[in-house]
């Protein structure tokens, strides 16, 4: 009986085979068509298109469209066919018949060609005042369209009216061949700006140089500042003579060494590998050069274990570290997808971490915690709740052992409390990854909320915050670092605004094109008194991967804020094959939490300039995991905090560590 | 037309020879189950012969390994070669995600609104309907995200209430319902339109709101809602933020798109608080999960009104109607528990006691023997999908899944 009903199963299916192809085919004999071949619009412009469904007789069928485009932030199209474009570019419409089934489903798809605006005006950037024969210097123009945007999509073609007086090449570097005058044309579509100059006899009869090392060791990342005099004959500067910087190096290892240093047209320069470097300075037909130096940085430091807290029942998130009110030291992990747990240690001989108490609540994961700067109140965020109310749990730890609820607030709060920090009695919870609000916790059991900080700009999210001298530093994903002014005091690195926790005032950002930006952190250098704001990254460009370890991606980036308008990025710490998570920066060294690249201890001294990790400047790092841990024998590291001499940490995998940093044995950092 | 007309015959009388030997033999039952706060969908095989069940296969799911993305709705495309599912949080938008069933590979994402949840494809237009639920962001309306499943694109996003919820279509594929789960109402959706029909107030003093064609702020329904509340006083219990209408720009971020004012308008407290709505297979009626109200509603949809109001236990969330219409299956959230109800009495028949709290979703087999009841749990305890014989009304097996199980849906039922 089965035999026979799998035969007739077959044929069945054999059968209905048949008679799909059939209707498939009946499907493909038909072809949308639209009423243009292809469509052309201007920026703004709006239009409606239209097609019809045809059979293989050219007969309109009564088959219903929708149209739609995959170009969705640069067309607005609308089911109906009305289409705008809201950005230059090539997209396309794509025009579907409603049907259910998918083989009866065809569509066509029309190009749409949507114009940028016609150039506006050209302008030259950097016009000298003088041009001395034989120099030769880089001009760089501006071109803006009719909508107002700076364009740097449009072929800009540059020409000299005299090439053998001055010429220039595609790249806009224009070069002096003898004295006379010459028109310089530079044109964008139709529009064109003309530069009419002259080439003047060049002065310089001769070129010193010189850096602000002289005298001292360079060691590998030390950033050295090379400054190039050209003179006349009678030793007078030419102090408008362009000079560019250039090297040669000669390293120590020239084993298939790769770039080996970096010098920017300021005549900075640093090492990454140890050997001789020539610096070359030239302005026209002379030049100069200096030979340096420069020695392995031997920054490195013994990093020792020196206790742990295995955690072996779930996941660790972040950890602090505080004194508490009787004079012990303790530590506070958060739990991730768990139980919602937070878990108290006694950590006053970190040799022996001790679990004290543990305070359990409605939550599945207790991703931050945060300890008052009085040791008495705690703050835990929720996320999972089992109501969905999620929140902040705000804790009496004034007896670690005996942790109490202060109070649980939810108030605007249900989206999930992702990152929190407590200054000045106040509670600020990142909130639904959308905004920040502030909760004034004067009297902890009745807390309330102050203020709220969001950006309005589009699609905006936020991740953590954390804050220095009245001034909030949250990281915005692709908003980047923004700072806020929430009370600042006399401390802070950079002028505030009066703002306070019920009138937070935004003071300045700085976005990177990645978007990645998960965590930021100030620090003024003790070394330099730069201050910078670090700006660091979470990124799993790799996807998630379902077989086996994750791979994180990206790095910490060095923005030095003079003011809070012209933020700089000048330097980053990448390690390759990892990613950055949370990290600290303690007397001018870098701690950071690497995922499956564990602990980072980083030199962070002196000026920063290019990617520390290649200059030798990793002090130490350590990678922990344990065979009893949630997830044995595999690190990911999850945030680090230095404290009383020792490296606190906490690992996803495995709980909480403590380390102790040795004495350099070497030169050691500045 | 006439080859048109014969391949239809021929395709029916097919149909009918393979699949209803099946039916009668099929023991094997299949459903998927996501478990939001463990980012994992699973495969759940019920052996109908055995009544034992178990986890067939985890599927990790979402973007990112060290957040939880939270996958909340999942269904099956109408000719079961995939399934989709809604990951609810983002930076700061969900996104759809599409697995080949069988190998559950990841197909294709696209980018939704805030918090998209439940979703459903038509049978006539062959689109995807996904709610996009918001549900920790401001008061303010929302959309339901209109996707081609093949495509994997947005074709609109169709403006509706404040927490929208729930959304299932006709058996003709022609009407999508969902419910705004603080404006207490229903929306009927015209799936080929790709606009609001209707609403109608699911309050016990409703008036009625019929042929209205668009959900826009300045509509009159919105008006004449906002008249009422004035009118009764009942505005003065919103005057906090949480009551503010603004426009959610889920999704729309966009250079250049025009957005409404975001006019604001007071909105009553909601007391019916609506999470799901599901239509009758064959007659003019949607039933509603009353979760505020503590009731299933009934709603004709010729009529445009509530017909009947049954009293179920405590936080109905999600329901289904049985394929046949004769039964109704609702989650209560609030006590763990699963109501079964006769439709022709419209009463509660059976209340089961689930194997945990927070009882979630609900899918019944195509042949209406089972129901499969996620169960999200507390904190750190498992979920579970609670799988009750309709013909006893009794659960006759658990199975523990991932932490917070939720989204669920009925895959398919095979022989052996």
């Given at each position: 009986m089965k035999k026979i009903n799998s035969i007739t199963k077959l044929v069945g299916i054999a059968v209905l085979t048949v008679v799909l192809l059939a209707v498939n085919s009946k499907a493909q004999d038909k072809k949308i068509v639209f009423d243009t071949e292809m469509l052309s619009l201007k920026l703004n412009e709006e239009t409606k298109i239209s097609a019809k469904v045809v059979d293989a007789d050219g007969n309109t069928t009564q088959d219903s469209l929708v149209f739609f485009t995959r170009n969705r932030r640069s067309l607005i199209v609308t089911p109906d066919g009305n289409v705008k474009a809201i950005q230059s570019g090539k997209f396309s419409i794509i025009a579907r018949t409603l049907t259910a089934n998918r083989a009866d489903r065809i569509s066509a798809t029309l190009a749409v060609d949507v114009a940028y605006p016609p150039v506006k005006s050209v302008t030259f950037l950097n016009a000298p005042e003088n041009f001395y024969n034989t120099t030769t210097i880089s001009l760089e123009t501006k071109v803006v369209d009719e909508a107002g945007v700076t364009r740097d999509n449009v072929d800009v073609k540059l020409s000299s009216s005299n090439p053998d007086v001055a010429s220039i090449d595609a790249f806009g570097n224009l070069k002096a061949h003898k004295k006379g005058s010459f028109t310089i044309t530079a044109k964008a579509e139709n529009k064109s700006a003309t530069w009419k100059f002259k080439v003047s006899e060049n002065p310089i009869a001769s070129m010193d140089i010189s850096h602000n090392y002289d005298g001292k060791t360079i060691r590998t990342g030390d950033v050295v500042t090379f400054e190039a005099i050209a003179k006349t004959s009678?030793?007078?500067?030419?102090?408008?003579a362009p000079i560019k910087y250039t090297y040669i190096a000669e390293p120590d290892d020239n084993l298939g060494q790769g770039a080996s240093a970096q010098i920017a047209q300021s005549g900075k320069f640093v090492a990454s590998d140890p050997g001789l470097f020539t610096i070359v300075a030239t302005s026209g037909d002379k030049s100069t050069t200096t030979t340096i130096k420069a020695v392995p940085r031997n920054v490195q430091r013994p990093l020792t274990l020196v206790g742990k807290g295995i955690v072996s029942h779930t996941r660790t998130s972040d950890l602090w570290v505080w004194e508490g009110v009787d004079g012990r030291d303790y530590a506070l992990t958060g739990t991730w997808g768990g139980n919602g747990e937070a878990i108290f240690w006694d950590v006053t001989d970190p040799s022996k971490i001790t679990p004290i108490d543990t305070v359990v609540v409605d939550a599945r994961t207790v991703n931050d915690v945060k300890v008052s700067e009085d040791g008495k109140v705690a703050v835990i965020t929720r996320e999972g709740a089992s109501d969905r109310k999620n929140g902040i749990i705000i804790l009496d730890v004034t007896n670690p052992r005996d942790v109490k609820i202060h109070s649980e607030y939810t108030q605007d709060l249900?989206?999930?409390?992702?990152n929190t920090f407590i200054y000045d009695n106040h509670v600020y919870a990142v909130n639904n990854g959308r905004k920040y609000d502030i909760i004034n916790i004067d009297d902890p059991k009745n807390p309330k909320t102050v203020g709220v900080f969001e950006l309005d700009t589009p699609s905006h999210s936020i991740h953590d915050v954390w804050i220095q001298d009245g001034i909030a530093y949250s990281s915005n994903w692709s908003d980047g670092i923004v700072a806020v002014d929430i009370g600042s005091n006399a401390s802070a690195d950079l002028p505030g605004a009066g703002g306070s926790p019920e009138n937070p005032v935004q003071l300045g950002s700085y976005a990177y094109p990645s978007g990645w930006n998960h965590a930021a952190f100030p620090f003024k250098s003790e070394s330099t008194g730069d201050f910078y704001v670090l700006g660091g990254d979470e990124a799993f460009p790799y996807g998630l991967n379902t077989e086996g370890a994750n791979r994180a991606a990206g790095w910490i980036h060095f923005v030095k804020f003079d003011d809070w308008d012209s933020p700089a990025e000048v330097a980053r710490y990448q390690v390759p094959e990892a990613g950055t998570h949370n990290y600290w920066v303690e007397g001018d060294i870098l701690y950071v939490a690497m995922y499956n690249g564990g602990l980072r201890v980083v030199d962070i001294s002196g000026e920063l300039m290019g990617d520390l990790y290649d200059q030798g400047r990793e002090i130490a790092s350590f990678y922990p995991s344990d065979s009893e841990a949630y997830i044995p024998n595999a690190t990911f590291t999850w945030g680090p905090q230095p404290y009383k001499g020792y490296i606190f940490l906490s690992d996803w995998n495995s709980g909480i560590w403590a380390l102790k940093l040795g004495e350099s044995t070497s030169q050691g950092t500045n | 037309m006439k080859n048109h007309k014969l391949f239809s015959i021929l395709l029916s009388a097919i149909l009918f020879f393979l699949l209803v030997p099946s039916a009668s033999f099929s023991q094997d039952y299949y459903v998927y189950v996501a478990a939001e706060s463990e980012d994992e969908v699973h495969l759940i095989h019920l052996d109908g012969k055995t009544n034992k069940a178990k986890i067939a296969k985890t599927i990790q799911v979402g973007r990112y390994p060290t957040e939880t993305d939270g996958p909340h709705g999942i269904n099956i495309s109408l000719d079961g070669e995939y399934w989709f599912l809604s990951i609810a949080h983002g930076n700061p938008y969900g996104m759809l995600a599409k697995y080949k069933t069988g190998t559950d590979e990841l197909v294709a994402t696209t980018d939704l609104g805030m918090f998209p949840a439940s979703m459903e494809i038509s049978k006539s237009t062959g689109l995807l309907y996904v709610v996009n639920f918001n549900l920790h962001g401001d008061m303010v309306p929302s959309t339901v995200s209109v996707v081609d499943p093949d495509y994997m694109e947005v074709i609109t996003d169709i403006k509706t209430g404040i927490m929208p919820h729930g959304s299932r279509i006709t058996d003709d594929g022609t009407k999508q319902y969902h419910v705004s789960m603080m404006t207490d109402e229903l929306y009927e959706i015209n799936t080929a339109g790709l606009n609001v029909n209707r609403t109608l107030s699911l309050k016990k003093n409703a008036m009625k709101m019929d042929g209205m064609e668009d959900h826009s702020d300045d509509s009159k329904e919105h008006k004449e809602n906002h008249e009422k509340h004035m009118k009764d006083g009942t505005h003065e219990e919103h005057s906090n933020k949480e009551n503010e209408m603004k426009e959610d720009h889920s999704g729309h971020d966009m250079d250049g798109m025009k957005k409404d004012s975001g006019m604001k308008m007071m909105h009553a407290k909601p007391e019916v608080k609506p999470t799901w709505a599901d239509p009758h297979p064959t007659k003019p009626l949607v039933y509603v999960a009353g979760n505020g109200s503590d009731e299933i509603i009934e709603i004709d949809t010729e009529k445009w009104a509530v017909t009947r109001r049954f009293k179920s236990g405590k936080a109905p969330y999600n329901l289904e109607v049985s394929h046949d219409g004769k039964i109704l299956v609702a989650s209560y959230k609030g006590e763990g528990a699963t109501g079964i109800f006769d439709l022709e009495s419209g009463k509660e028949i059976a209340k089961v006691k689930n194997s945990r709290k927070v009882t979630h979703g609900v899918a019944i087999s195509s042949d209406n023997r089972y129901a499969f009841l996620s169960v999200e749990g507390i904190g750190g305890e498992p979920g579970s999908v609670d799988i009750i014989d309709l013909r006893t009304n009794e659960r006759i097996a658990v199975v523990e899944t991932g932490k917070q199980a939720g989204g669920i849906v009925f895959w398919k039922q095979v022989a052996p």
């Open positions: 009678k030793g007078d500067a030419v102090k408008d249900t989206g999930g409390v992702h | -």
